[in-house]
């Protein structure tokens, strides 16, 4: 989202703007938030295991991270293998991504919306931020 969306929305506290293709830091400290999420982005990103593992960075151990995509995308922003790869390969390659980075357990990634709904499909995949050991963290399961 850009500055202005984010300004827009009356639910949001405060916002950051932030490039993460030219620099993946966060501006937060370690282990601030509860959950993360990225929503119909994960296709744009350059440096994808820099982001997840800047994600896990801020998130507290157990927390979900979640990334949600559908079959539409700009082209000419996602990156050359997501435009030569189908939905079942979205899948994959996000999966891929919590599994190269580092610290994360109990990776899922499913279809979320029914196989012919009006509109289109949704996707997600998501995963944990494990403790100390990269395991579940303190009094969490798989």
């Given amino acids: 989202m850009n500055e ?30 509860d959950a993360a999420t990225c929503c119909v982005s994960v296709d744009y990103l350059v440096r994808p295991l820099e982001v997840f593992d800047e994600v896990g960075r801020v998130l507290q151990p157990g927390a979900p991270f979640v990334c949600t995509f559908s079959n539409r995308c700009f082209p000419t922003k996602a990156i050359r293998g997501w435009l030569a790869t189908d939905d079942e390969a979205h899948l994959a390659v996000v999966s891929t991504y919590f599994r190269l980075s580092s610290g994360w357990w109990g990776t899922t990634a499913e279809r979320l919306t029914p196989e012919h709904p009006p509109g289109d499909p949704l996707y997600g995949v998501w995963s944990f931020r494990g403790g100390a050991d990269g395991g579940p963290a303190s009094g969490c399961s798989e």
């Fill in 4 to 33: 202005e969306e984010l300004r827009r929305n009356p639910h949001a506290a405060e916002s950051v703007v932030r490039d993460l293709n030219a620099d993946p830091q966060l501006p937060f400290p370690d282990a601030t938030f």
